[in-house]
């Protein structure tokens, strides 16, 4: 027998504030009258959900325009100023930590090079705490407006189920091979070190599924409908996502695309395995090529570095020195790998965009974008590669960082701009008092 409806005047509440709250930051400023038709509310149902989120201020008025000889129309969009997020890149050369309002501006960064001590837990926790406490002393605000912490990070996580802002649990375990990471309880961790308080959660992801989610809401990715997005930096991986921003539920899927085998008895990556795609792509693995093969490399130089000198040897200006030969033929074995591999997920996913990422994937992208695409449609099924377009990524390096912060945000705006639990229990809000007043007519039927 099925069960029946349980949601309750609450959830059905939570649930229009979702929905003006959705249109009004991905589609705003828009009128009351204009919010009616777009989220399927009642024009009584607007104005309350409205008057609610104005009244805690989260809503501000953007202007006013003319409605064609009525009255004027106020237009209303998200206040930026109205909560605060942070988002994390643990990344393979740094930890960037931002602060950002609603708006997704940045407000303050500080960043942790990692080149010397790499992925020790203790040390990336340390980072974590003290580039949290220097970016809110920063810009001088209350942490209590926090409304979560993202954080994108190498590996596959898992989740316990336990509520992020509980103290029990692990939460977010994460398994990353490639760092050393096995079952570490990094949101547990984070809990119990970062000083924020207690009911700011926190949102772990991979790092490739925030960037893709960065890309989708707000670069190249917008429009595409599904999309498959390329992580390469030191290390390689990707998503695939779709262009569904008013979804409650995280549409991205991460994948271990960087251990795909490209390469028959191939050369070993840092996984353990051989022939994996980031055992050539990777910006670690291009560096170890070339300088086996005798690239002008010191042996503490790092990935970035390195990676620059090797685009630079490859290609140079007009007036230069000619191509080097040895540099040409690392980065077309680069493009034909990450060709082949591409093909792969065009194959297999059959997405509208292919997008490349990362502070490494930009730097080789332009060059070697022509070639990628050739072995993309050499590789790949003809009528699927023909409705798919390989592009870069346009939120820069970056986009992790944001895509990060894009996990609170997402909550916030699906829980109907209901923040976190404060600490004091039974502080009235301003929407209580605004419920206090009168409710819509729905809301009084559903209640009775």
């Known amino acids: 027998m099925a069960q029946r409806d349980r949601r309750t005047v609450r959830d059905l509440r939570r649930g229009n504030r979702a929905r003006v709250m959705q249109r009004l930051y991905f589609e705003g400023p828009l009128s009351r009258q204009e919010l009616a038709p777009v989220t399927g509310l009642s024009s009584g149902s607007i104005s309350n959900v409205v008057a609610e989120l104005v009244a805690e201020g989260v809503l501000e008025e953007a202007g006013v325009v003319d409605s064609g000889g009525g009255r004027p129309r106020t237009l209303l969009r998200v206040a930026p100023g109205s909560g605060l997020l942070i988002g994390i890149d643990i990344g393979e050369t740094r930890v960037r930590v931002e602060l950002f309002d609603l708006a997704l501006t940045e407000l303050a960064r500080a960043e942790r090079p990692l080149a010397q001590h790499g992925y020790d837990v203790e040390r990336i926790v340390g980072h974590v705490r003290s580039g949290v406490a220097d970016v809110l002393r920063a810009s001088e605000v ?94 390689v991986g990707a998503c695939v996502t779709r262009d569904d921003v008013l979804h409650e539920e995280r549409t991205g899927v991460a994948l271990e695309w960087g251990h795909t085998t490209v390469q028959l008895r191939g050369r070993r990556c840092r996984c353990g395995s051989i022939g994996c795609l980031e055992a050539y792509a990777g910006a670690e693995a291009m560096r170890e090529r070339w300088h086996e093969a005798g690239g002008p490399l010191p042996e503490d130089t790092d990935d970035e570095a390195a990676l620059a000198a090797l685009l630079a040897a490859a290609y140079p200006p007009p007036d230069g020195p000619l191509p080097d030969p040895v540099a040409v033929e690392i980065l077309d074995e680069t493009a034909a790998c990450l060709g082949a591999a591409l093909a792969d997920l065009v194959n297999l996913f059959q997405p509208a965009r292919i997008l490349l990422g990362g502070w490494a994937g930009l730097l080789i992208g332009p060059p070697l974008l022509p070639a990628i695409r050739e072995y993309v449609q050499g590789y790949a099924l003809r009528h699927a590669s023909a409705r798919t377009t390989v592009e870069l990524g346009s939120l820069g390096p970056d986009a992790v960082t944001v895509g990060a912060a894009t996990l609170p945000l997402s909550d916030f705006l699906a829980r109907g701009a209901t923040r976190p639990a404060p600490a004091v229990a039974g502080a009235r809000t301003p929407a209580d008092i605004v419920r206090d007043r009168g409710r819509a007519p729905a809301e009084e039927t559903a209640r009775r």
């Open 142 to 235: 209350d942490p209590h407006r926090l409304l979560g912490i993202g954080i994108g990070v190498p590996g596959i996580i898992e989740r316990d189920g336990a509520d992020a802002a509980s103290s029990d649990g692990p939460g977010a375990v994460v398994h990353g091979q490639t760092i050393g990471w096995s079952g570490v309880p990094f949101e547990r961790l984070l809990r119990e070190s970062v000083d924020v308080p207690d009911e700011v959660p926190f949102f772990i992801d991979n790092g490739a599924k925030t960037l893709g989610q960065a890309e989708m809401w707000f670069g190249n990715g917008r429009g595409a409908g599904a999309a498959a997005v390329a992580l390469i930096g030191s290390g």
